[in-house]
């Protein structure tokens, strides 16, 4: 499997639920990001946690992370149909040659 | 203070044909990137640059790819005798510094070989 690996897939949930996504990855880690892209456009950056940091909020995103288990979890609460969206997580490497992106979790949000 | 430019938008090459991307990036930032996105795929690192330098191109297939970063004008990333697994979607983003932790991204270029 790869690095930055987003757990669902693909995700539908109704208007005012909670959409939790998964992301594992396999190297040391300076930071994780998430990013949403929104279809046929680019990325836009959500968040950004750092190594030593385990949950981070923004608005009606939180995020964890567990080094332990190399892993990270995004919460996006309330959700609204605007929403929809791919999401990517990223790893910046503790080798700090590159960012490596998932492949993406694709939530669509139902109003 | 605009975003990222990416032109063209769209871009429709026969096999054999030259591809050429521009990435402008925004003002006051001297680091680019160039990443590629197959269909339902996540991006996919290809080469960082900064201006008139290649830093890092070890994402960029050895032949048929090349990037450039002038001290005036775009980034152009140029695919010689396209095929068609080059079609995809090509993401620029730039960066003030060098920085893995805060890049703005542009709309994209898709690319369609047919």
């Known amino acids: 499997s790869q690095q930055g690996e987003e757990d669902p897939q693909a995700l539908s949930i109704q208007e005012g639920e909670n959409a939790t996504m998964n992301c594992s990855y396999k190297?040391?880690?300076?930071?994780l990001q998430w990013y949403r892209q929104n279809s046929g456009r680019g990325l836009v950056h959500l968040i950004l946690i750092r190594s030593n940091e385990r949950e981070k909020h923004s608005g009606r995103l939180r995020v964890t992370l567990d080094t332990s288990k190399k892993s990270s979890s995004l919460l996006i609460t309330a959700s609204r149909a605007a929403d929809t969206a791919s999401y990517f997580c990223a790893t910046e490497e503790t080798s700090g040659s590159r960012l490596t992106f998932g492949e993406g979790t694709q939530l669509t949000v139902n109003p | 203070n605009a975003g990222v430019m990416q032109n063209p938008r769209h871009l429709v090459r026969r096999r054999g044909q030259e591809a050429r991307l521009r990435c402008s990036p925004m003002k006051g930032h001297s680091h680019v990137y160039w990443y590629r996105q197959l269909p339902e795929e996540g991006l996919k690192f290809m080469v960082y640059l900064q201006k008139e330098n290649i830093i890092d191109e070890s994402g960029m297939p050895k032949e048929r790819f090349s990037a450039e970063f002038p001290k005036e004008g775009p980034s152009i990333l140029r695919i010689q005798q396209v095929v068609r697994g080059d079609s995809a979607a090509y993401f620029c983003?730039?960066?003030?510094?060098?920085?893995?932790?805060?890049?703005?991204f542009g709309p994209g270029t898709r690319l369609l070989v047919l």
């Open positions: 190297t040391s880690i300076n930071n």
């Open positions: 983003a730039s960066s003030p510094r060098q920085t893995w932790e805060t890049q703005y």
